[in-house]
């Protein structure tokens, strides 16, 4: 979900963490934390690492089938010299 959420804001955020509960027939998600390119967007949750903290992310995250079944690009390698992924 997390690289999803990378890839489709076009490396703007990332939500690496949410809570939730099954209400019902539906889900109720609450409490996310999001890493954003704008390290001041999200600066009252205190969980905005922003491009560090997803660069951590990609550190570790090791892409699935999931990743493929959703077109994603899997992703390589960090530039510290730039604030984008790069991706093969």
Known sequence: FSHWTYHV?????MVVDLQGV????????TD???HCDDILRFRRTRTNLGIKGMQQFFRTHV???ICTKFNLPLMNDW??????MVST
């Open 63 to 65: 892409c699935s089938e």
């Open 32 to 34: 996310p934390a999001v």
């Open 9 to 13: 804001t076009k490396v703007r955020l």
């Open 22 to 29: 099954k209400v019902e027939r539906t889900y109720l998600l």
């Open 79 to 84: 530039s510290s010299d730039s604030t984008s």
